[in-house]
């Protein structure tokens, strides 16, 4: 029997848009009413901790509420033919309440904190408020454990070695414009099949790309539908 393919999924905002979650630079700039540089950087955390606790507690109650959609069982269903590996930018767990098994989250997690002091101590958030008078091991208060921008993006290495040893990308859902995370597309070989899904005016990051220009909802159902004929 021939080694299964390996496909890298790589995800943004617009696969969870249809499951009722905001993209981020579709509309008026704003990221549910705030500009992001008041909730999503380090200089928001110092400068008002209260209005970004209150910022992700909403974002962690909208996710709880939302379920997966098409393209989220689309891309766990790849798993039956394929070695898959979902690399996202999104904070929400649909991949994984999808069926996704190995989902890596470049920039974080909303359902989980992590010290203020220490980015290696990490809580799970029971509640859709984090505990105001939670500490971690240090000492130190609970954020959520998410990349804001600025910060590094500590799993950039794992991701680029899993794309560069793609047979098979797939973009689904993003703009591409937020680096270094964009960059990763680079990382495919050259004789990597790239595909990618989004509704807008993506730019191609490199030639050859096929683009289907459809939603999530209804592309990548059809792409898996098609990948998996294709080897069946
Ligand atoms: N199906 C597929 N794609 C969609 C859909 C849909 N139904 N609706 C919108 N899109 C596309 C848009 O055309 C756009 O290209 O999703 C993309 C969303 O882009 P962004 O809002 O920029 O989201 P993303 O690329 O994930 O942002 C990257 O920026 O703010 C930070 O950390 C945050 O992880 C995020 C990062």
Redesign the pocket.
Known sequence: MKPRERVVVF?????S??SGLR????GDGL?EEHR?EDV?TPEAWSRDPELVLRFYDERRTQVRKAVPNA?HLAIAALQDRFEVDVVT???DDLHERAGSERVLH??GEILMARSSVDPGLRYPIMEDRIPRDARCAKGSPWRPD??W?GEPVPLIPVAADLVARADRLVI???????WP?AGLVHEAGPAAMVVL????E?SLPRPGIRHIK????S?MPELALEWIRSID
Do not use: Y
Not at 11 to 15: E, R
């Open positions: 995800t943004g905002a617009g696969v848009a249809e993209t981020f630079r579709d990221w992001l999503a393209a930018q999104n904070i470049l920039h998410v990349v921008f689904v859902g993003t703009s591409l414009q937020v995370a899904i989004d509704p807008g993506v459809t939603k999530a909802s592309g």
